[in-house]
């Protein structure tokens, strides 16, 4: 079928806003090289599962995350891509000509075609007398669109925020009750309009081009986590963990929480010595599903630092969640990235400690693709000791 020009070049700026703003896996040097090559295992089981399911947004950004993760950004980027093995290297060119590539070169194929027939159905549809007021603007970027907040201006970014609570339908989860020697948490009525410096504001609104697979939590991983972090929790000092499971069926669960050795503070934890971290996961033949932290002296919710620190996860993994633990206010809370926000927003941000994002449409949001299971139980490993 043929298009129009103006239809075939919106449908090349889709692809192309999709490779710049999803597929850039951002490489942090100290986390050891093995963790990558071990969990792109599931990167590319995830991009088969959506190929299976005629995803093609979603097949065709994994695809394109695993090619772009060894070809380009491991090689220039990690300083241990000199010591990986050479039958590492070989088995991921491998799965990358024979799988990853022909795959993605298949799926952008059927991307423009699909982005074009869309346009080209949207204009049919608009009266022609608005053609002419509208069609330049909607050929100068993807329909999908947003600021990058390194454009704006600091007054620009600040009149974003509003200075108010959380919205009841943030839907926090109440800690569950503690008993037999588990951690007592103290409730306090009031919480502050605004936490940290930078506390976005969520609405109800969640777009996703994709269904996750859903993640059953352990209903006990609460306690047991406070339980470990207690000490720091009476410093008023974060905890973080990585949360470790296995694949059953169509859906993960979670089984361990790996607490690694880490150095914190009231409002972040840095990770030491990620290499025991990732050969526990390894040898216990583990998925990576995403991390958990408490905020000992705010509320539940991802500060600037929290999201870029979450993007790794979500970007090798679509299910990965943050679950974010806040003793003094008694919340649970459970997030993710969204995919057509969060994620461009994060990833092309170059600005480090704590800064102000735009924060609409919102960048991250409960996570709808996790349950509660009390049939599980969770695993607490702490390196620390």
């Known amino acids: 079928m043929s298009f129009s020009e103006e239809s075939t070049k919106f449908a090349r700026d889709q692809v192309q806003w999709l490779l710049e703003n999803q597929c850039r896996i951002p490489i942090r040097s100290i ?5 990558y090559y071990k969990t792109s295992d599931t990167l590319i089981d995830e991009a088969d599962f959506y190929y299976r399911n005629n995803q093609l947004e979603q097949s065709f950004i994994l695809y394109s995350r695993y090619i772009t993760l060894f070809v380009e950004e491991l090689k220039l980027h990690h300083p241990g891509y000199a010591t990986v093995s050479v039958n590492d290297r070989e088995r991921v060119k491998e799965i990358i000509r024979s799988k990853a590539l022909p795959r993605a070169e298949e799926l952008k194929e059927k991307l423009k075609e699909k982005y074009a027939r869309e346009h080209e159905e949207k204009q049919k549809a608009i009266p022609e007398e608005e ?3 509208i069609s330049a603007a909607a050929l100068s970027k993807p329909s999908t669109n947003f600021h990058n907040e390194n454009e704006q201006t600091l007054e620009q970014l600040k009149s974003n925020y509003a200075r108010v ?8 989860f109440t800690v569950p009750p503690t008993d037999s020697g588990l951690v007592q948490i103290n409730k306090e009525p009031a919480k502050p309009t605004f936490d940290r410096s930078q506390k976005p504001i969520l609405n109800s609104t969640n777009t996703s081009m994709t269904t996750l697979r859903r993640i059953a939590i352990p209903c006990d991983i609460t306690p047991k986590f406070l339980q470990v972090a207690q000490r720091n929790t009476d410093r008023k000092i974060e905890t973080c963990g990585i949360l470790a499971g296995s694949k059953r069926d169509n859906h993960y669960i979670i089984t361990h929480v790996v607490v690694p050795k880490q150095n ?3 409002d972040s934890c840095d990770t030491e010595k990620e290499e025991e971290m990732v050969e526990y996961v390894a040898n216990n033949n583990l998925i990576t599903l995403g991390w958990i932290h408490t905020h000992p002296t705010q509320t539940a919710f991802l500060s600037s630092v929290d999201l870029h620190t979450h993007l790794p996860y979500q970007m090798l993994m679509q299910e990965a969640i ?17 995919p057509d926000t969060g994620i461009p927003v994060i990833s092309t941000c170059k600005k480090t400690g704590f800064h102000e994002h735009i924060n609409n449409p919102p960048l991250f949001l409960p996570a709808s693709h996790t349950t509660y299971d009390p049939g599980l139980q969770c695993q607490i490993v702490d390196l620390r000791n």
């Open 131 to 133: 053609n002419a007021n």
């Open 165 to 172: 609570p959380p919205p009841a339908h943030v839907a926090l």
């Open 322 to 338: 943050a679950i974010v633990i806040s003793p003094k206010y008694n919340e649970t809370a459970i997030f993710t990235l969204t």
């Open 31 to 35: 986390t050891p090289i093995s963790f």
């Open 264 to 266: 914190g503070g009231p």
